[in-house]
């Protein structure tokens, strides 16, 4: 041993910490579990993400089909427009509509008559890049009466290679099945099954019409060596009063990518928060570690080791500890995304190979060690500043004191973590936002436990002996009733959140959709078809209820002097910005709409143009009455004048639309009719297939088809975050395993001592189960409220859906949550039954 005051070296120390390692690992266990958990959950997070853009980024010229693209819609480029382009490059056009597909030969049981499909015409060059794979020979240039279908609509017709397929006025020959569509996610969303035919084909159904709604892309594939980024943005600036979309291979799918990142920022922020919470079990992993280890530190005190000493010696075996637990939670997370990946199949928009994304490890390493450090540095402070007397007497007169250097290095680890968080999040704002109310949960569930001691030190004494023993565990010396109440109440909290999301994206379907949605979308009708369409729809379902409106496309190009081409950023929640939206014009106030300022113009108005804004865009916009703002509209700019400001029922699923003109502004432009019926179930089939008969450019949407597939875009979301909090629930379990473990040595005495004096197991274990239901039935209100707020929160401002939660299910699951970690903490009590005396004594 070192002479007084001289510090022990680094392999001195190290010598003296592999030889304490034969004592066990007890309480490091704790620690390690709970760093694994965390690190693996969150590289495991962050490789996904990565793996996914990053594949859609390597990915992009084939996922977008070309360098740039330029897309608009209800009409198609001129002469002069390919021929400007075409000098830049090889151009490829394709035309994209929704039509409704019917088989042209006898009824088949089982099999729709009708089919909503993404009907795409395509030119001789396409694909640009990639392949168009193909279930047979390979592919070549269709003629004009030839289809390639997708395997879904031929297993939906019971159709195959050889049948006959009618679109609009058109009939076609199924030439194969379509096994990979090589740009499907740069088209986005659909509504059915793909189906290409050539350019001359789709010209051939007559379903291209003025006013169509369909949305034409020119595809450019640019010399070598082009810089597809800078050209984009210049053909942004040339060609800014046309209303066209631009994208480049950069970005070739900008909707999937925020996404995906955005998904995965808050799974990370889940999977951060599980970690922190794991860090509380860290603390009383290490704490129930050096308790263990009184003897062996009194000992090397008295013998003159030094703080220094001290620290070094437990300082290097719990950092080999953790250094095990991050590097295997790395592994663990690196190779998860492969099973994911496998697992998920078709429902993530690529299928990204294994690769080792360095970054999201490394970040997952940082957070790792700042946690180990934060929740390690306070108990290893106490066993290096307390003299030996203090550490003897630890069992009934627990240290209060922390040394300024450690507060110091704890708060400098928490501004680090606090630090790459926002300097690796995509948005700050939020982060912080999740970070400050975890911290505030934390916060306040220690003060809680601070007030249940101190609540229970002032009750007067109850007269039962087994409830007198319960509440004076809450506050005797060496309780961890702080600890109980944080593991407890970060249990219950999380049970009650993960039941307010999962029943709230259950109604967000089946409770709001179906009370108010109408049977069926009706789209391109033709703008003179009003009178017959209301007429068929009156005679196949009497008394059904018609919203008849007509629909265009616009794009905001400019507002509040200025263009939307020049802004380097777009302002936050300014969706209306991205591309193309639909627009309308109307004499009266749409339904499912408020107006909240100015006024609506006059049914007989013919003055300049005015424009209904809704009001959340407006405030994105920093728009208000009277201020102007300029849309493209089938290539032109109609400035216009905000008249007012609405307020939209989205949840009613019918016309509402963002921007509503005047009537005289829009009526002469050429456009197509949209409808709604809202009629009684049962008769939707019937209705579709008179309407396709009738209008065979006209598509029919039903809503119930649409729902479900919304209903599996929630459900996986569902999925998704329930697994991230569950690692958050585990964690909030390990607080509780490590709170319990802390106070292990003082629970092993009592149960001696109340045993010799004829307490039987039964009584003592109902002692602690006592305690546990008391601390439950105190936190259960307040577990109630915080996680009702995260779960508010989660729906409402994360994914901005409505609040809808299913009080019966919520409530039972905290009940249930209730019992299970009072379950888990009369489990952990069990071994104190069976201690022995001599053994209990011997550690004191």
């Known amino acids: 041993m070192s002479a007084a005051g001289t510090a022990l070296g680094w392999g001195a120390a190290w010598r003296i910490a592999r030889r304490d390692f034969s004592a066990g690992l007890r309480g490091l266990r704790l620690l390690f579990l709970c760093l694994f958990l965390g690190v693996a959950t969150l590289a495991a997070i962050g490789s996904l993400t990565a793996a996914i853009t990053q594949e859609i980024g390597a990915r992009g010229q084939v996922i977008l089909g070309a360098d740039i693209e330029v897309a608009m819609t209800q009409r198609t480029l001129d002469a002069a427009g390919k021929a400007d382009l075409g000098k830049l490059g090889t151009l490829s056009e394709t035309i994209r509509t929704r039509a409704m597909a019917r088989r042209t030969g006898p009824a088949r049981p089982g099999t729709p008559d009708t089919l909503l499909t993404e009907l795409k015409g395509v030119d001789s060059l396409y694909p640009l890049y990639g392949t168009l794979a193909l279930d047979g020979p390979a592919y070549k240039p269709l003629d004009a009466d030839h289809i390639l279908i997708d395997k879904a609509l031929a297993a939906r017709f019971g159709v195959r290679t050889g049948d006959r397929l009618r679109y609009g006025g058109a009939d076609f020959t199924i030439a194969a099945l379509i096994a990979d569509e090589p740009d499907r996610v740069g088209e986005g969303f659909t509504l059915g099954p793909v189906a290409i ?21 020119y595809r450019l594939k640019l010399p070598s060596g082009t810089d597809a980024h800078a050209l984009r943005e210049t053909l942004e600036k040339r060609y800014a009063a046309q209303g066209w979309s631009f994208k480049d291979r950069e970005r070739a799918a900008p909707g999937t990518n925020r996404f995906i990142e955005r998904m995965g920022q808050f799974l990370s922020l889940i999977g951060l928060t599980a970690l922190i919470i794991a860090g509380i079990g860290v603390s009383n992993g290490v704490a129930s570690y050096l308790a263990l280890r009184r003897g062996s530190l009194a000992t090397l005190k008295v013998l003159g080791a030094t703080a220094a000493d001290i620290e070094r010696i437990y300082l290097m075996q719990i950092g080999a500890v953790a250094a095990v637990a991050i590097l295997l939670g790395l592994a663990a997370g690196a190779a998860i995304p492969p099973v994911v990946v496998a697992l998920a199949g078709d429902l993530l928009p690529v299928q990204p190979g294994f690769h080792i994304h360095p970054l999201p490890l490394l970040t997952s390493a940082a957070y790792g060690l700042l946690v180990a450090l934060i929740f390690t540095l306070p108990p290893l402070a106490r066993a290096r500043t307390e003299p030996v007397a203090a550490i003897i007497r630890a069992l009934v007169d627990p240290p209060r004191t922390r040394d300024r250097r450690t507060l110091m290095l704890v708060g400098l680890a928490g501004l680090t973590l606090i630090a790459v968080v926002l300097a690796t999040a995509r948005e700050p704002l939020f982060s912080a936002a999740v970070l400050g109310a975890t911290a505030g949960v934390l916060l306040l569930l220690l003060l809680l436990g601070k007030g249940v001691s ?51 994206l259950a109604s967000e379907i089946d409770k709001t959709i179906p009370k108010r949605a109408p049977s069926l979308f009706v789209l391109d009708l033709p703008s003179t078809g009003e009178a017959p369409f209301r007429a068929l729809v009156a005679h196949q379902s009497p008394g059904a209820q018609i919203n008849l409106v007509p629909s265009l496309r616009g794009t905001v190009v400019a507002y509040g002097g200025q263009r939307v081409a020049d802004m380097a950023e777009k302002p936050d929640g300014a969706w209306i910005l991205r591309g ?36 959340e865009q407006a405030r994105a916009l920093g728009l208000g009455v009277g201020d102007e703002i300029i849309v493209s509209v089938l290539g032109r700019e109609i400035v216009a004048r905000i008249a007012s400001l609405r307020r939209i029922n989205w949840d009613t ?40 008969s009738a209008f065979p450019g006209a598509s029919v949407i039903a809503i119930r088809d649409m729902i479900e597939q ?118 952990g009590s069990l071994p104190l039954l069976s201690v022995r005396p001599a053994s209990a004594l011997r550690q004191l």
């Open 197 to 217: 035919v050539s350019l001359e084909g789709l010209h051939r159904t007559g379903l291209i019409q003025p006013g169509s709604l369909y949305e034409s892309k």
């Open 454 to 504: 101190l609540l229970a030190r002032a009750l007067p004494r109850p007269r039962r002996p087994l409830l007198r023993l319960a509440l004076a565990n809450l506050h005797r010396p060496g309780a961890q009733t702080g600890a109980l109440v944080v593991a407890l109440g970060l249990a219950l909290t999380l049970f009650v959140t993960l039941a307010g999301i999962q029943t709230s």
């Open 580 to 615: 193309e939206r639909g627009v309308t014009y109307s004499a009266t106030l749409p339904e499912g709409s408020e107006l909240v300022a100015g006024r609506w113009w006059p049914t007989d108005y013919r003055g300049p143009p005015l424009v209904s804004l809704d009001e």
């Open 653 to 692: 699923m019918g016309f509402n639309y963002v921007m509503v003109f005047s009537p005289s502004t829009l009526a002469a432009a050429p456009h197509s009719l949209t409808a709604t019926i809202a009629m009684p179930q049962g008769r939707e089939n019937g209705m579709t297939n008179a309407l396709v």
């Open 710 to 827: 919304v209903s599996g875009i929630l459900d996986q979301m569902a999925s998704a975050i329930l697994i991230a909090a569950s690692i958050t629930i585990l964690a909030g379990i390990a607080v509780l395993v490590g709170a319990i473990a802390a106070s292990r040595q003082t629970r092993s005495y009592d149960s001696v001592v109340l045993k010799m004096l004829g307490t039987t197991r039964g009584q003592v274990l109902g002692v602690q189960a006592l305690e546990y239901g008391l601390l439950a039935a105190m936190l259960a209100a307040v577990s109630l409220l915080l996680g009702t707020a995260a779960a508010w929160f989660v729906i409402v401002r994360v994914f901005e859906f409505g609040w809808a939660p299913d009080w019966g299910v919520i409530l039972a699951t905290l009940g249930g949550g209730a019992l299970l970690t009072l379950g888990i903490g009369l489990i």
